[in-house]
T-cell receptor, first 111, second 109 residues
Framework: DTGVSQNPRHKITKRGQNVTFRCDPI?????LYWYRQTLGQGPEFLTY????????KSRLLSDRFSAERPKGSFSTLEIQRTEQGDSAMYLC?????????FGPGTRLLVL | EDQVTQSPEALRLQEGESSSLNCSYT??????LFWYRQDPGKGPEFLFT???AGEEKEKERLKATLTKKESFLHITAPKPEDSATYLC??????????FGPGTRLSVLP
């Protein structure tokens, strides 16, 4: 399978804990995106990387959220001091042009 | 101000009953309008990209069309396996893609 992969697929954590998600994009794609999706809503843009450079971040993105893409390959999204409102599906997508291809997502539940 | 809206919110069809979903956008200088299908618990799956008014794309029972302010996803003779949420998205400045809330389609046998 050469699609976008995400790990873990599910994460349950307690409020206040830190969590980290990983995304492995399609190998030849230099663009990588993170989105958050809550029930009944479309994906909400969080951040965008071109190669290893983080070029865009949503103004709505709390400073508890940080993302990295070392060496322009896989990416990690970390949420510090999780809150119940962080419960959502976190989606990663990659692209070589305008069309984005999504991974299966990581579902986060904060208790 | 809403940038991308979709209607209806939910749609229930009998198998074989054709219909259309709507996506309206307010962005100027459109760089493309994207349609995705999303099954429960999965990531969105790419369907179509449309770039200019009048453009049409087809895939099996689906046809997407684009005007200056909206796009339609026409579903002809749908089958139960077409049941999913259909999302549209537009780039909004740079690489910030804005998605609509989606239309939940149920096709009953």
């Amino acid at each position: 399978d050469t699609g976008v992969s995400q790990n873990p697929r599910h994460k349950i954590t307690k409020r206040g804990q830190n969590v980290t998600f990983r995304c492995d994009p399609i190998s030849e794609h230099n663009r990588l995106y993170w989105y958050r999706q809550t029930l009944g809503q479309g994906p909400e843009f969080l951040t965008y990387f071109q190669n290893e450079a983080q070029l865009e971040k949503s103004r709505l993105l709390s400073d508890r959220f940080s993302a990295e893409r070392p060496k322009g390959s896989f990416s990690t999204l970390e949420i510090q001091r999780t809150e119940q409102g962080d419960s959502a599906m976190y989606l990663c997508a990659s692209s070589a042009g305008e069309t984005q291809y999504f991974g299966p997502g990581t579902r986060l539940l904060v208790l | 101000e809403d940038q991308v809206t979709q209607s209806p919110e939910a749609l229930r069809l009998q198998e074989g009953e054709s219909s259309s979903l709507n996506c309206s956008y307010t962005v100027s200088g459109l760089r493309g309008l994207f349609w995705y299908r999303q099954d429960p618990g999965k990531g969105p799956e790419f369907l179509f990209t449309l770039y200019s008014a009048g453009e049409e794309k087809e895939k099996e029972r689906l046809k997407a069309t684009l005007t200056k302010k909206e796009s339609f996803l026409h579903i002809t003779a749908p089958k139960p396996e077409d049941s999913a949420t259909y999302l549209c998205a537009v780039p909004w400045g740079g690489q910030n893609f804005v998605f609509g809330p989606g239309t939940r389609l149920s096709v009953l046998p």
